[in-house]
């Protein structure tokens, strides 16, 4: 194994990578990042920046305690990030709809939260609210919206600030980040340890690896010893130019910005690696957006993107630690940006296998080894 200066190398540089590389430094940790390149396909950069808990882990227990943690998690974390970075991410945890057309979607969604308030107790609240409910307390709700549930604990950052705050952060911690630098394989190291051989011919060595590439991390993943399979989905977006009015009301599929503008989202769409967005789907939210907020039809889009999201086969986080490569750990969700808190936080004594780490083996990848989805 080559010489390193670091205890653990983390591979992948977005808000998994950095959250994780945060936590392990601020636990004593020497920790180097390796970023990929420009042209990787990015979730962190192209997400909807949602602090959410509605509907996660409505029928696993364990994900729905663990986003509530998260959640409970995210003021301090905003204070530590802007302490070390000076970047204000614009938390806003003021509360949260999900908006319905229709009344059996919104019956269906009542019974998923009544499973997730079983599950978590006082810590989950929630409230089901009548179109006309709706309409009193917010005017400007279109006639078409027949209901809402809402959550006190639900809320929304920017998520580019984040990204721009954890790397100063990592930083500020100490860590060192590379930038470009995409590892094409991994092997075990003679005598303990990892080489690593990037795509531009450099290799390094790592006493320890934490693989949290999202989609970069499927063959890397095979390299040593997880079975998880990676894969993508596509969500679209629609962006639109800055109002000088606030919203009403921030929704999981519509949220206003802190710079102003509006972002539509909220679709899902398996198309491999392509991000590209469609006139159909972008034509789709903006009908969803109008029939939610009807003043929104004279206002202008600025811009429409596609982006991928990170997916397990089960939808849910994976913590793994490696039986044939002790000293290697795989970390991978779709939400990244809610659980950051966590990630940056005490997950590190997950990593350090602690007496105060939290029990995680719910999200290990053997599930997927006793199911058919793997």
């Known amino acids: 194994m080559a010489q390193t200066d ?44 949602l602090v959410w808990g509605q509907g996660k882990g409505w029928n696993f227990a364990p994900y729905a305690s663990w986003t509530a943690d998260a959640l409970a998690a995210w003021p301090e974390f905003a204070r530590k990030l802007s302490d070390l970075s000076g970047i204000d991410v614009a938390l806003d945890q003021s509360g949260g709809y999900e908006f319905f057309t229709d009344m059996d979607e ?13 599950h978590l107790g006082t810590r989950f609240s929630h409230e089901l609210l009548t179109g006309d409910e709706l309409r009193s307390q917010m ?57 690593l051989a990037l795509k531009d011919g450099r290799s390094m060595g790592a006493e320890r690896v934490v693989l949290c590439a999202g989609l970069g991390a499927a063959s890397l993943a095979a390299d040593l010893g997880f079975i998880t399979q990676i894969r993508p989905q596509r969500g679209e977006l629609l962006i639109t ?14 949220r206003q910005v802190d710079e102003g503008g509006v972002q539509i989202g909220g679709t899902k769409a398996d ?76 997950l590190a004594d997950w990593i350090d296998e602690t007496a105060a780490a939290p029990d995680l083996e719910a999200f290990d990848e053997n599930r997927f080894a006793l199911s058919s989805v793997a």
Not at 15 to 35: P, T, Y
Not at 241 to 254: M, N
Request: charged share 20%; net charge neutral; proline share 4%.
């Open 241 to 254: 130019e800055k109002l000088a009015d606030r919203l009403p009301f921030l929704s999981s599929t519509i």
């Open 271 to 346: 198309a491999g690696m392509d991000d590209s967005e469609t006139l159909d789907v972008m034509a789709g939210l903006a009908r969803h957006a109008v029939t939610v907020f009807p003043a929104l039809a004279n206002v202008r889009v600025v811009r429409a993107w596609g982006a991928l999201r990170v997916m397990s086969p089960d939808g849910y986080p994976v913590y793994a630690r490696s039986s044939r490569h002790p000293g290697a750990c795989l970390v991978t969700c779709h939400s990244g940006v809610t659980l950051a808190s966590l990630h940056a936080s005490v």
């Open 139 to 195: 005017p400007g709700i279109g006639r078409d919206v027949v209901g809402a549930s809402f959550s006190q604990r639900d809320g929304h950052v920017n998520p580019l600030r984040v990204l721009r705050a954890l790397r100063r952060a990592v930083a500020a911690a100490g860590g060192r980040v590379s930038m470009g630098a995409q590892v094409d394989r991994i092997a075990p190291a003679h005598g303990g340890g990892f080489d």
């Open 106 to 118: 919104m019956d269906e969604f009542a019974d998923m939260l009544a499973q997730q308030q079983r």
């Open 6 to 49: 670091a205890d653990i190398t983390i591979i992948g540089g977005g808000i998994v990578g950095l959250s994780v590389a945060l936590g392990l430094l601020l636990a004593g940790r020497r920790v180097h990042v390796l970023d990929g390149a420009d042209s990787d396909a990015r979730a962190s950069q192209g997400n909807f920046g």
